[in-house]
């Protein structure tokens, strides 16, 4: 469900409308599925049946549609739809849920595909008739079909599978396959042989079909005007003249092809159909046991095909009928690269059954593959490529090269060519297929002439074809003359333009003629002639002028040309020499203009806009001290627990105190020991919200600006760091009374990722008692931040070699808790059916007043802390260098002893406070430093300090193998 309380849901629209009382057109959707989040694909998440748990919708299936049904019922009626719904305000009514018309929208392509039960139809006519309406824009056709292994039968050695569309088809290519392996019986005789009666009425019937079509083909010839006697040749020639006319529409060719095609097939279908059956008892097939048990063998299977597109839904003939046409789609994630778009897939049934999901709307019971995966891994490719585009897009350019009269003899050429053709030679099942349709074309004359040779022997043919010829003979002589006047007007026609064409070129050769008469009678005039010679002469003075001032030109125009020349290379190394400093001066402006823009701009702050406003208190009674901090404790176990992170009880004491006495509290520990989340954990259960802050530590952090940000002087304003802690610290310091807040934490992760003491030196001085807890900013209105008391900072390191090493100050201002058990030492960690119990929301005001230090400490407290503190500064030189504990650390254990005493076994407090105030100090090494740590451990030994000598002796372990070198963190 979504922040807004929405619920995203699959279902139908009913086309039951109504009219409630304020007006609105109403109606009810029903739902089948809803949709969840997905991590993997947020944007489309994962659809699930409804009514299957209780996540989902546990009793309704209806969801009432508040408004506007009458457009939303036009735009998407009978089609599976996506809503958000929400709860209906008014539970007494039929729906416990409603959806307004503008929560509704189509379904992401593909993820929800209904099937209907439909063979594959051929694409030239992809129509489809279902008994149900398709919900999906996209559907998968289911269907038989029945394969051939050749592994399961011993005569078959090609190791080949074949696939077809029904079991006759499988039948007959399995008992080809048989006979031509010689494993068919001799035929029997006897009871399969039909009576004369039975074999009276089939010829019969054929006879009659041959004469229907023979009406056919004479009708075919009334029309185009040829004599009624059957013409091969005439044929023919008629193809050939249409297939090479110039601007001849190839799409008339391709179609009559396409058509002659199918007509050819489906007749020799039909007629074949009859001669079987007079046949029958020559068939061997119908004897043969043994290959009746093979065919037992052919398997059958169901399979879905596609997707499909859905196109033009209309109703059928009956109520339950609906018409629709498929293609494959074009776009989306089921396209694939074939480029004439006719290619999907055939999927076996039951390798998809666990997407499949079965449901029932409007009481009709549908199926849907729900978010198939995998799609173009799945089953097998299958062309669906119409004959008519095949021919058409692939066959037509070869049969347009000389194949015009095309025949049965010349089609091992046609094969050479179509075979070779760029698309089909590295498609060889497309160029197979073609060649089988085309051969079809080219055999269909001489099949049709065999069929009238063989019927022209029967009596009855004979005697119809007579009749007809007597009683049409007027017409057939009608149309004979019609036709041969209008060819011999066309003839007239064509030899009367050719007349006139040659008359036209005999007058323009006569005015040529003409011409060239009156041009030699001018050349004999001997006047003529002398004249022509002087004006011959009179030129030659003039050439000589000429030539002089031609030569002058000439030298002129050489010497401009070296002049050019010159000027042309002094103006490109000036040109050289300014796009160069252009250069220069462009680069130069954008650093300079990068650079003040850098230092002017204000960049956008990452926390700008995150919210650390505290949540309400609640009001509570501290008078009773003890038992207050007692129910603290209970409260924060309990719901802990409730979040599968149990923690020992005495621990998460020492946790609690420790982060409320101390400014600083490091949690260290191995990667991956649940440091972090377990602070997230506490914040949660505290209801602190916001207030606990997490600011991921990075690399190479220098200073506070890194983790606060900097005062810009150039553009006037302060440039918070992109960690938040800017915004935080300005919500506290305007805060004014810590008992209407909660406390903040500040959780810096992997806190040693960089040194502390450089990036938050300006902190470090709020853990001595007398600072004045305040932060400068730099900014000139606002130069100091105010950190309140019930503002804490909590840090986790790794102890391993990838993190820098605390330094000894950031250790005297902090305690440090160690994350070191593995889960079987700790308490029972397995998961248990226990609610999220929420605890009072404590103000800081009573936060820092119930575990401040309220008693002062016994005597035995105060003697081991002195053994243990003049132990680890004995001045003695023989024990290494000296340890110092210091007055701010020894104040920090005194302070947690006297809360720690009553809340838990005296000396099990001195052990949590030595723990983690006192061995996280010990640095040293070198022999003497050994001995000095082994006297300290017969004083942890003497006071009981079980923990703190465990982990001292790990220490001295750890550090003998590293040559001596003992550290607390190493």
């Known amino acids: 469900m979504s922040n807004s309380g929405l619920r995203t849901v699959v279902g139908i629209i009913e086309d039951k409308l109504f009219s409630t009382n304020n007006g609105n057109r109403c109606s009810y959707v029903d739902v089948g599925f809803e949709r969840f989040p997905d991590e993997k694909n947020p944007k489309l998440g994962v659809y699930k049946k409804i009514n299957m748990g209780p996540d989902f919708f546990s009793q309704y299936t209806k969801v009432f549609l508040t408004s506007d049904a009458d457009n939303v019922l036009k735009k998407y009626g009978g089609m599976l739809v996506e809503m958000a719904v929400g709860e209906s305000p008014d539970k007494t009514k039929q729906c416990e849920y409603t959806v307004d018309s503008k929560n509704i929208h189509d379904i992401p392509s593909g993820e929800i595909i209904e099937i209907i039960e439909a063979r594959v139809p051929d694409m030239s006519e992809p129509a489809v008739t279902s008994d149900v309406r398709p919900t999906t824009p996209l559907v998968m056709l289911e269907s038989t079909v029945y394969e051939i292994n050749s592994s399961d039968f011993f005569f078959m050695n090609d190791n080949s599978r074949h696939v077809y569309l029904s079991l006759d088809a499988a039948r007959e290519s399995l008992w080809q396959k048989y006979a031509d392996a010689g494993m068919a019986l001799p035929p029997e005789t006897g009871d399969l042989a039909l009576s004369d009666d039975e074999e009276e009425n089939i010829v019969g019937e054929f006879i009659e079909r041959v004469h229907q079509g023979l009406d056919d083909y004479l009708d075919y010839l009334d029309e185009v005007g040829l004599e009624h006697d059957f013409n091969e040749e005439r044929l023919r020639e008629v193809v050939a003249h249409r297939l090479n006319q110039e601007n001849q529409n190839n799409d008339v060719f391709v179609d009559m092809v396409a058509d002659s095609v199918r007509s050819a097939q489906r007749r020799w279908a039909e007629e074949k159909s009859k001669y079987d059956k007079i046949q029958k008892k020559k068939d061997p097939d119908s004897t043969d046991v043994d290959f009746r048990d093979y065919v037992k063998k052919i398997r059958s299977k169901k399979v879905l095909v596609g997707p499909f597109v859905v ?86 350019s070869v049969l347009s090269q000389g194949f015009s009269g095309l025949k049965p003899q010349t089609m091992s050429l046609f094969r050479n060519n179509l075979m ?62 019609k036709s041969k006047l209008k060819e011999i007007n066309q003839n007239t026609e064509k030899q009367k333009a050719e007349l006139e064409k040659l008359e036209s070129q005999v007058n323009a050769k006569k005015a040529e003629l003409s011409k060239l008469n009156k041009n030699y009678e001018k050349l004999s005039d001997p006047e003529y002639l002398n004249q022509l010679k002087k004006q011959a002469a009179a030129p030659t003075e003039d050439y000589a002028n000429l030539s002089t001032r031609y030569r002058e030109l000439r030298k002129q125009h050489e010497t401009l040309e070296k002049e050019v020349g010159s000027l042309s290379k002094t103006r490109d190394s000036i040109k050289s020499d300014l796009t160069s400093d252009l250069r220069d001066l462009d680069a130069r402006y954008l650093e300079m203009h990068s650079m003040l823009k850098a230092f002017t701009s204000q960049p956008k702050s990452a926390g700008k806009g995150l919210k650390f406003d505290s949540p309400e208190v609640s009001q509570l009674n501290l ?19 409730s979040m599968d992170r149990p923690i020992d009880k005495e621990k998460l004491i020492s946790m609690v105190i420790t982060i409320a006495q101390n400014q600083f509290t490091v949690l260290a520990g191995l990667p991956g020991s649940g440091k972090t989340s377990f602070v997230k954990c506490m914040g949660k259960a505290l209801n602190l919200g916001s207030r606990l802050h997490t600011i991921p530590v990075a690399r190479g952090w220098t200073s506070q600006r890194d983790i606060l940000g900097y005062w810009n002087s150039l553009a006037g304003t302060f440039q918070p760091a992109p960690t938040g802690l800017w915004e935080l610290m300005t919500t506290l310091d305007s805060e004014r009374d810590p008992t209407k807040v909660t406390p903040a934490f500040l959780l810096l992760d992997e806190m040693n990722l960089s040194s502390p003491e450089h990036y938050f030196s300006s902190f470090l001085d709020l853990a001595d008692g007398e600072s004045e ?10 130069s100091f931040l105010n950190v309140p008391e019930y503002f804490h900072f909590i840090g986790t390191v790794n102890s391993d070699d990838t993190v820098n090493i605390m330094s000894p100050r950031m250790l005297d201002r902090s305690a440090v808790i160690l994350f070191d058990e593995k889960p079987s030492q700790g308490a029972d960690l397995r998961k248990t059916s226990v609610s999220l119990e929420p605890m009072k929301t404590y103000s800081a005001e009573n936060w820092l007043t119930l575990f401040r230090p309220s008693s002062v400490v016994d005597n035995l407290f105060y003697q081991a802390l002195n053994s243990i503190e003049e132990t680890l500064y004995d001045p003695n030189h023989e024990l290494g260098q000296r340890v110092v504990i210091s007055y701010r650390k020894h104040q920090q254990i005194l302070n947690f002893l006297s809360v720690a005493k009553d809340m838990m076994e005296p000396y099990r407090a001195m052990d949590y406070a030595v723990k983690q105030f006192v061995l996280p100090m010990i640095a040293g090494m070198g022999e003497g430093f050994l001995k000095r740590l082994e006297n300290l451990g017969r004083v942890f030994e003497a006071n009981s300090l079980t923990d703190s000598q465990h982990l001292l002796e790990d220490m001295i372990a750890v550090g003998n193998d590293h040559m001596n070198s003992y550290q607390f963190l190493g």
Not at 352 to 374: A, D, H, L, T
Not at 430 to 443: G, K, N, T, V
Not at 453 to 471: L, P, T
Not at 623 to 641: A, F, V
């Open 311 to 396: 196109k033009n839904i209309t109703q059928g003939e009956g109520l339950d009928s609906f018409c629709f046409t498929i293609s494959v789609p074009d776009r989306g994630p089921f396209k694939t690269k074939d480029e004439c778009n006719a290619i999907t897939r055939r999927i076996d049934l039951t390798t998809v059954e666990e997407y499949i999901v079965p449901f029932s709307f409007g009481g009709r019971e549908r199926r849907y593959v729900v978010q198939m995966k995998n799609w173009q891994m799945s089953g097998e490719k299958l062309d669906v490529i119409a004959e008519k585009q095949l021919i058409d897009k692939f066959c037509f």
């Open 420 to 481: 070779g053709s760029r698309y089909l030679k590295d498609n060889h099942d497309r160029a197979l297929r073609a060649l089988d349709i085309i051969a079809s074309a080219a055999e269909y004359d001489s099949q049709r002439q065999k069929l009238f040779s063989e019927f022209s022997k029967d009596k009855a043919f004979s005697e119809y074809i007579s009749n007809y010829v007597s009683g049409h003979i007027e017409s057939i002589l009608a149309q004979y003359a």
């Open 773 to 782: 807890r305040r932060i400068f900013t730099g900014v000139p209105e606002r």
């Open 623 to 641: 008078d009773n001290i003890s038992k207050c901090r007692n129910r603290y404790i209970e409260d924060l176990l309990r719901s802990l627990k």
